[in-house]
Structure formats: structure tokens, C-alpha cells
């Protein structure tokens, strides 16, 4: 069995009236329309471009990186080769110049160190004329 309310047909009419208005297409209406695919459509290709240039970048990130690793790793070896050469030994003709130079820096330290005692014991004859004689002195007993 089938029941039936009583309902107010207006409402109704009204809602299958504006159904039919947007079916046939309001004048206004399909323009919007129109415009928002457009929107949509632009906005998608946007979207495709941005992803397709992130993806690019993504690749050129990572190739970077490898570079940057390998460079890293050149530079270690680099490094490493240094340390090496300073830690060889020295052929033995440099040890022998070395030796021989720290010898003349020595020597060179202990000549300096008697010119400047001759400087100052000539300063010291030049201002006196009484130790001059008393030099001449020392010098005429001792022979």
C-alpha cells in the first residue's frame, strides 16, 4: 500500500522551473562558466610547469651534491698527500744542509754577540781619554 502526504505544489513548480532555466543555460551564466574552465585549465598548466621545474631542480640538487661530495673527497686526498710528504722522510744532503745551517746560525749569533762587545768597549775608549791612557798603560806593561 502507497501512502501520500498532502504537499504544497509551489515550491515544487519553482524548484523544476529553475532546474529548467540552468539546463537551457542563463545568459550570464555559461560565460561564468566558460571563464572558471578557463581559470581551472590555466591553473593546471601552472601547476604541471611548477612541478615539471621542482623535478628539475630536485636533479640538479643531487648532481650538486655528488659534485660537492667528490670535491670534498679530492680535497681529503689532497690534504692527505700533504701530510704524507711532510712526514717522509728527509734525504740526507737537506739534513746535512740543515745541520750545517743551524752550525752557521751559531756561529753567526756568537760573532754578533762579540762585535757588539767590541762596539762597546770602543764606545767606552772613544768617551774616556783617561781609559785611553790607562789602556796604553796595560798595553806598554804587558810588554
Known amino acids: 500500500m502507497e501512502e501520500f ?3 504544497p505544489v509551489d515550491p515544487i513548480r519553482r524548484l523544476e522551473k529553475r532546474l529548467e ?4 543555460g542563463v545568459p550570464g551564466y555559461s560565460a561564468v562558466l566558460k571563464d572558471l574552465s578557463e581559470m581551472l585549465k590555466e591553473n593546471q598548466r601552472v601547476v604541471d ?8 631542480l630536485i636533479a640538479n640538487i643531487s648532481s650538486l651534491s655528488t659534485s660537492i ?3 670534498v673527497k679530492k680535497f681529503d686526498d689532497f690534504l692527505n698527500s700533504i701530510e704524507i ?16 745551517n743551524k752550525k752557521l ?3 753567526n749569533k756568537e760573532l754578533l754577540r762579540r762585535l757588539e762587545r ?9 768617551v774616556s781619554p783617561q781609559s785611553l791612557s790607562a789602556l796604553q798603560g796595560m798595553i806598554g806593561k804587558k810588554e
Not at 118 to 126: D, S, T, V
Open 105 to 107: 746560525e751559531q756561529f
Open 21 to 24: 532555466r540552468i539546463e537551457q
Open 85 to 100: 710528504a711532510g712526514v717522509e722522510e728527509q734525504p740526507p744532503e737537506l739534513q746535512q744542509m740543515m745541520e750545517e
Open 69 to 71: 661530495s667528490n670535491l
Open 118 to 126: 767590541l762596539e762597546r768597549y770602543i764606545k767606552l775608549i772613544a
Open 49 to 56: 610547469s611548477l612541478v615539471k621545474v621542482n623535478s628539475e
Open 5 to 7: 502526504e498532502l504537499l
